[in-house]
């Protein structure tokens, strides 16, 4: 069954620190992988999006993820981390065919340190 | 353009009781779909609807409802609530496509009681 696991249900990190939020996808047969970022209260709001060419795509406020075809993964990064960034992240993916148009793994709540 | 609009924003209801909750989509998005958020279960689609019509469903009681108007707003009714609905509801609109991702609402938060 499609699947997208997000093993890590909290990270805490300092700011100004790098941090990467997992996520391992079921099967990397014609996927679209999404990242999307919910601040307390509100929905979910798309950061970025791999469709298809380059595997590394980056978002507005410097968050980065890499499609990893191999290791079925699409790992979020950011190489320092604010404040502002203290957020729940969730990881969706989409198959070309299948059920549901849209599988989201169950979250990371990341919380930014001062 | 506007973006996602749900009402109401918060609600209490009582145990036994009905909710209806509005779901406006982004003009243009004629697909529109539903999520249950709570903090023990995350995430849990409850069903999507296009064009008037339910294309799929989650694994909810029956007690869960929804339906689509020929503007693409959309509402979903629960009735007989019960204490475990109490969560954040959130509709989603899109593309009827697998590769624009979902626009978001910034949900409806019931509370029943």
């Known amino acids: 069954a499609q699947s997208v696991t997000q093993l890590d249900s909290q990270v805490p990190v300092f700011e100004e620190a790098p941090v990467e939020l997992r996520c391992n996808y079921s099967s990397s047969v014609s996927v679209y992988l999404f990242w999307y970022v919910q601040y307390p209260n509100q929905g979910l709001q798309l950061l970025l999006k791999?469709?298809?060419?380059?595997?590394l795509v980056e978002s507005i406020n410097g968050f980065e993820a890499e499609f990893n075809k191999s290791q079925t993964s699409f790992h979020l990064r950011k190489p320092s981390v604010h404040i502002s960034d203290t957020a729940e992240y969730f990881c969706a993916v989409s198959w070309s065919s299948g059920t549901y148009k849209y599988i989201f793994g169950t979250g990371t709540r990341l919380k930014v340190l001062a | 353009k506007a973006g996602v609009t749900q009402t109401p924003r918060y609600l209490i209801k009582t145990r036994g009781q009905q909710v209806t909750l509005s779901c406006s989509p982004i003009?243009?998005?004629?697909?529109v779909s539903w999520y249950q958020q709570t903090p023990g279960q995350g995430l849990q689609f409850l069903f999507e609807?296009?064009?008037?019509?339910?294309?799929n469903k989650g694994n909810f009681p029956g007690r869960f409802s929804g339906r689509q108007f020929s503007n693409s707003r959309s509402e979903m009714n629960v009735s007989t609530l019960e204490l475990g609905d109490s969560a954040l509801y959130l509709c989603?609109?899109?593309?009827?496509?697998?590769?624009?991702?979902?626009?978001f609402g910034s949900g409806t938060r019931l509370t029943v009681v």
């Open positions: 791999y469709l298809s060419g380059s595997t």
């Open positions: 003009s243009g998005h004629r697909s």
């Open positions: 609807y296009f064009s008037e019509t339910q294309r």
């Open positions: 989603a609109s899109s593309w009827p496509d697998r590769v624009n991702g979902y626009t």
